[in-house]
């Protein structure tokens, strides 16, 4: 594995990076059999950090300090994470996207230089050869345009790990064409409208299939800083995260570990969110974050 400083300055660059063989084999498979064991269960889900087979990702030292490197600080958990499992979701939804607070507010206070707020991405299956994995638009975490950018269909593998900026423009559920490395139908419009159309209706013969049922698992992480506690801000007026929140009972075992550890911060937004009335509240306004603009 390369340096830590030099990932750092990748994803400052790029917006994204990719770190092959980061987790072993037997970690990957230990999740990808947690993740089942729970979607069995049937049980109520909620973030990670609350799931019983799943909280030991946030007591993994080498991803702890692996993200302190990337973000220049303490990590901050905040109860954003989440696992999918495809033929249990049904749809796994793309599109071009970014998730930052300012990506529709050129002006705002996430294209700064610091920006800091990160999400990693743990695919554990193989999608170097085989769809269903991520694209990403290199430079695009420096614009609010979502067309800019060139595209990547990540090639990450088993045990790889990726890593991006809520900024960076993103898509799941990535399409290979036989034949065609570069992600030129992706389903944006920057092709026309006949490629856009084509992308939802090539025949299953010119495309490669998953390599087996696509798990995937995802956490946010920030540090002490002015962009954290806008994203936070900016989540008490989703409703999907005030109801995430709601439901946040962090496994006991591991935040004793984690505070042993003392390498990741915790905060537990579920009193916050309890006052939260999900359907009431308003949808957020871009101006209100403003008077965080200091």
Known sequence: MENNNT????????????????????TIDRFRSDCIKFSKEGSESSDLLSNKYLSHLFTDEKLVKFLADLIGGKPVYFGDSSFQIASVE????????????????????????????IRLGIYLQDHRNHSEGLVVRTGSHKTIDVTKGKKVNVPSEKGDLIVWYLTTTHSGNARRIKGIDYPVLMGDFTGGWFAQKLYYHLPKILLKPSEKDRIAIFATFGKQDIHLKRYLEYLKHRSYMVETWKKINYDCDAVEKIQTQNLLELIDMKDEAQKIDSVKYPPYDFDQFEKFNI
Not at 7 to 26: M, P, Q, S
Not at 90 to 117: E, M, P, T
């Open 90 to 117: 049904g749809r796994i939804s793309n599109g071009f996207h970014k998730d930052s607070v300012d990506r529709k507010n050129a002006n705002g206070l996430d294209w700064g230089i610091d920006y800091s707020i």
């Open 7 to 26: 990932y750092a300055e990748t994803l400052r660059e790029k917006g994204w990076i990719l770190v092959k063989n980061f987790f072993d084999a037997e």
